[in-house]
């Protein structure tokens, strides 16, 4: 067999550990802290009797004009400046991650980013060769130099964590003062489980270009892949050119179900509901967390989105990826820490996610979880 | 406003030329030989009251375990060894295009392309980097040295040419004396006009590496957004790591539909059905061609496809772009052969579809877009 010639990136095209971990979540009676899934009783019921028959043909690159309205209009009441010109539909919102990358980096680019971030994004970005900068939102001076920073300052993936407004107003004033594109990544803004604005960041932005996006997994649906961008209008044409290359344009049939949602006038309600089934979920491993973690850990109680994020007592002197293979054996999967950094060294840190696992199992994977943790510190 | 720092790529990204065409074909009354849309006729009705709820979960990156067996036993039935393993499905196959151009083509990369070829395919390769290398696949020694060959043996885009069995010998062997990698195309093979085995280019290789792609969106529909690759097994691990990061995985609903598709015991006879339907089309065209067209160009009927490409008598001296502005001034859309050559200079070669325009229209259509060639030959 003769051995191929692959592009110079291939050799840094690490697996993703949440994939990977994906893949063993199945077995029987594991219990998984690992993943985001969303709660399938949030799912919808699919009514596709009525799909207009052109949702089969090809499509706009750019997304249905419907939707893109859409879309566009919700986010003017968010407090972003923008038309449906503006918006461009994506296959999830993790292609969003690869358009951009594709549009502005190169080897050696500089990109700012938090730490932790979210790890889909760091391979991303390094797939294409990035330079990393680490930035702290509050206090953003290593934004300086950077192509752009990307941030999630809503109910972040992995920490939970929900920017104040003078954290929003810093970051978006540093953007501004060094001209350093802002990229926004908001998946998880309806999993709200105190209420507030949460007024985006790009909507403070005075002078820097913006990159803005949102995604349908959490409040719709994940398997129909689906979600959007909005940016400032010189970014329009090469992202819709990007995405053309990428795959020529996104579901028409998602695309069609998710603007009949919008249309919905329950559809508020209804997304209220579900905040309130998550935030029982959140609640009651809270309680675990405290019988199980109390010494071991520090955490704050996520405001919205999906995940706890534990700092263990221990601290960067445990790799928490040493733990993950006798968590595994033992039936609990959960996510290191360590790849949600853009340097990735012994953090001392693990991502649990509170709402897939059933509560009694739960608690019974924390006890297990803690063990482990207890087992692991003993020995260093 | 701050001037974002873009990538280096980002000035190649070029607009294709098809999609800015199909943003004007719906203009009322316009002719449109432009695009290559599958006929709405042969679209599924369907039914989604069946579709199981985890197809709204998050999935697998490589495609639902079902489907991809159904696609490995379908490739193995065209002489292609390989197992549901080595299937990864596409969010259309204009993905796997992006997928292998990530995991060959740095700056400088040599990608053998025959001349013309499948223009979003060049433009891909291009963004990424490729230095081209124009061959002919019966006597493919030009491909000495490429990371790798891409080629569309079967009813090619945009020639409509069927490669027959000694250029696929030809080809299959120069890739195994040169280790280069092949990359078949193979997204019409189903609308054939003719009959033949059309044997997978892939299936004849005994050392080279390879990667095989076709699509849904001719037989099934485009709006859907799918496709899938087969690959050598060195490949299947990066590729399912750049799908990851590119959308995480494609539509599950599309997926099952699809999957559907398969298992459906009238599917055969409804393909034979479309494939007459097409051919039905190509054979009106074709006699309004001689009419319009006789003197003017040469063009041979294509065995399948979507396309006839007629090269001009007036030859390279005309540059077929300049013909467009005219031709939709005049209500009439086609395709200039120019961007389908790696190299774009004037070709005096043209793309058209026969399958859109209603027989009556095409008539008159072409009737317009000769009358236009034989304007611009004068004025040489």
Same mark, same amino acid.
């Given at each position: 067999?003769?051995?191929?010639?692959?592009?110079?990136?291939?050799?840094?095209?690490?697996?993703?550990?949440?994939?990977?971990?994906?893949?063993?979540?199945?077995?029987?009676?594991?219990?998984?802290?690992?993943?985001?899934?969303?709660?399938?009783?949030?799912?919808?019921?699919?009514?596709?009797?009525?799909?207009?028959?052109?949702?089969?043909?090809?499509?706009?690159?750019?997304?249905?004009?419907?939707?893109?309205?859409?879309? $566009?209009?919700? =986010? &003017?009441?968010?407090? #972003?400046? /923008?038309?449906?010109?503006? +918006?461009?539909? %994506?296959?999830?919102?993790? *292609?969003?991650?690869?358009?951009?990358?594709?549009?502005?980096?190169?080897?050696?680019?500089?990109?700012?980013?938090?730490?932790?971030?979210?790890?889909?994004?760091?391979?991303?970005?390094?797939?294409?060769?990035?330079?990393?900068?680490?930035?702290?939102?509050?206090?953003?001076?290593?934004?300086?130099?950077?192509?752009?920073?990307?941030?999630?300052?809503?109910?972040?993936?992995?920490?939970?964590?929900?920017?104040?407004?003078?954290?929003?107003?810093?970051?978006?004033?540093?953007?501004?003062?060094?001209?350093?594109?802002?990229?926004?990544?908001?998946?998880?803004?309806?999993?709200?489980?105190?209420?507030?604005?949460?007024?985006?960041?790009?909507?403070?932005?005075?002078?820097?270009?913006?990159?803005?996006?949102?995604?349908?997994?959490?409040?719709? $649906?994940?398997? =129909? &892949?689906?979600?959007? #961008?909005? /940016?400032?209008?010189?970014? +329009?044409?090469? %992202?819709?050119?990007?995405? *053309?290359?990428?795959?020529?344009?996104?579901?028409?049939?998602?695309?069609?179900?998710?603007?009949?949602?919008?249309?919905?006038?329950?559809?508020?309600?209804?997304?209220?509901?579900?905040?309130?089934?998550?935030?029982?979920?959140?609640?009651?491993?809270?309680?675990?967390?405290?019988?199980?973690?109390?010494?071991?850990?520090?955490?704050?109680?996520?405001?919205?989105?999906?995940?706890?994020?534990?700092?263990?007592?221990?601290?960067?002197?445990?790799?928490?990826?040493?733990?993950?293979?006798?968590?595994?054996?033992?039936?609990?999967?959960?996510?290191?820490?360590?790849?949600?950094?853009?340097?990735?060294?012994?953090?001392?840190?693990?991502?649990?996610?509170?709402?897939?696992?059933?509560?009694?199992?739960?608690?019974?994977?924390?006890?297990?979880? $803690?063990?482990?943790? &207890?087992?692991?510190?003993?020995?260093?």
């Amino acid at each position: 067999m003769t051995t191929p010639r692959l592009s110079r990136r291939i050799p840094d095209l690490v697996p993703s550990p949440i994939r990977e971990i994906l893949a063993v979540i199945d077995r029987p009676g594991m219990i998984s802290f690992a993943g985001g899934l969303p709660a399938p009783e949030t799912f919808p019921k699919l009514d596709l009797s009525a799909v207009p028959p052109e949702c089969l043909q090809y499509g706009p690159s750019e997304g249905e004009p419907a939707l893109r309205q859409a879309i $566009a209009a919700q =986010l &003017r009441d968010r407090g #972003l400046d /923008c038309t449906a010109d503006q +918006v461009l539909v %994506l296959s999830g919102s993790q *292609q969003g991650i690869d358009l951009v990358a594709k549009l502005f980096v190169d080897a050696g680019t500089r990109v700012a980013v938090e730490s932790p971030t979210y790890l889909a994004a760091l391979q991303a970005f390094r797939f294409f060769g990035a330079d990393f900068a680490e930035f702290e939102p509050a206090t953003p001076a290593a934004i300086a130099g950077a192509a752009f920073a990307y941030v999630v300052p809503t109910f972040q993936n992995p920490t939970g964590r929900c920017l104040d407004d003078a954290a929003r107003r810093a970051l978006a004033a540093a953007c501004d003062a060094e001209g350093v594109t802002l990229f926004e990544d908001d998946p998880y803004r309806d999993l709200d489980y105190t209420g507030g604005a949460h007024r985006p960041v790009c909507a403070d932005l005075r002078a820097a270009p913006w990159i803005y996006q949102g995604s349908f997994s959490k409040t719709f $649906a994940p398997g =129909l &892949r689906l979600g959007y #961008l909005a /940016c400032a209008p010189e970014f +329009v044409t090469p %992202l819709t050119r990007l995405k *053309q290359a990428a795959d020529l344009h996104s579901n028409r049939v998602s695309q069609w179900l998710v603007l009949q949602a919008f249309g919905d006038p329950r559809r508020g309600a209804r997304l209220r509901e579900f905040a309130g089934w998550y935030r029982e979920r959140r609640d009651t491993f809270a309680q675990h967390l405290a019988r199980h973690f109390a010494g071991l850990a520090r955490w704050e109680l996520p405001p919205g989105g999906l995940f706890f994020w534990l700092e263990l007592a221990a601290g960067a002197a445990l790799d928490t990826r040493t733990l993950l293979a006798p968590a595994l054996e033992r039936g609990v999967a959960f996510m290191p820490g360590e790849p949600f950094h853009a340097v990735e060294q012994p953090r001392g840190a693990i991502r649990l996610n509170f709402s897939h696992a059933a509560p009694d199992d739960a608690g019974r994977g924390l006890g297990i979880l $803690a063990e482990i943790v &207890r087992d692991a510190v003993a020995r260093l």
